[in-house]
């Protein structure tokens, strides 16, 4: 059976729909926010959802040294952040590139303009080649808007693509 070419499953993988939001790390004094597209629920009880994390990014240290990440669902008008947010982030008092964070209940940062959030300890992690899966328990989750549904943003959104093969597509 002919091996699909790298650009056929660069289109096809990039079908997938998937959110985008931000992940919020720390370390001890380190922290970070992440634009991440690599999100999904996988198990009810407990209830864990899955990240899968660049091996190489500064988010992948701090969630290892942190032991927790935040998912911060956005509003779906506003998608500005994403481009900004991924390059390690600046922090400045309890601001990560101008936008105020909070401590999360696992110590890690939740953004006060984030419209949903998620915040987990680490169960367990997949160490997947390129990338890290981590499986977080969910600890803490709530809404920060007075809309009763926010819509929230997604890839489909943007121009942006993440994922597919890492040569010959793109
Ligand atoms: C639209 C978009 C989606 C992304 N999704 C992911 C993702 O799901 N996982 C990942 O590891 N990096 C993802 N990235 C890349 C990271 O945001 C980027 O590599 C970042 O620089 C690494 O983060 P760091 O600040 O922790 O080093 C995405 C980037 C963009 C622009």
């Keep these: ?17 998937n959110v ?3 992940i919020g790390s720390r370390s001890g004094d380190e922290w970070n926010g992440m634009t991440q597209s690599w999100v999904t629920q996988v198990a009810m009880e407990p209830v864990l959802v899955a990240i899968s994390v660049d091996a190489s990014a500064v988010t992948n240290r701090l969630i290892r040294e942190g032991g927790s990440f935040s998912i911060n669902l956005w509003d779906r008008e506003d998608t500005r952040p994403f481009v900004k947010f991924s390059k390690p982030a600046i922090k400045d008092g309890m601001t990560l590139n101008d936008r105020a964070v909070r401590e999360g209940v696992t110590g890690a940062p939740i953004f006060e303009e984030a419209v949903a959030y998620l915040e987990c300890t680490v169960w367990q992690t997949i160490e997947c080649g390129s990338h890290d899966v981590f499986l977080g328990e969910v600890v803490d989750a709530g809404f920060q808007t007075d809309d009763d549904d926010p819509e929230v943003a997604r890839m489909e959104d943007t121009r942006m693509k993440y994922g597919g093969v890492k040569r010959g597509g793109h």
Aim: glycine content about 0%; overall charge neutral; some cysteine.
């Design 1 to 17: 059976m002919a091996e699909p070419t790298p650009e056929t499953l660069n289109r096809v993988l990039w079908k997938i729909p």
């Design 20 to 22: 985008l939001c931000l």
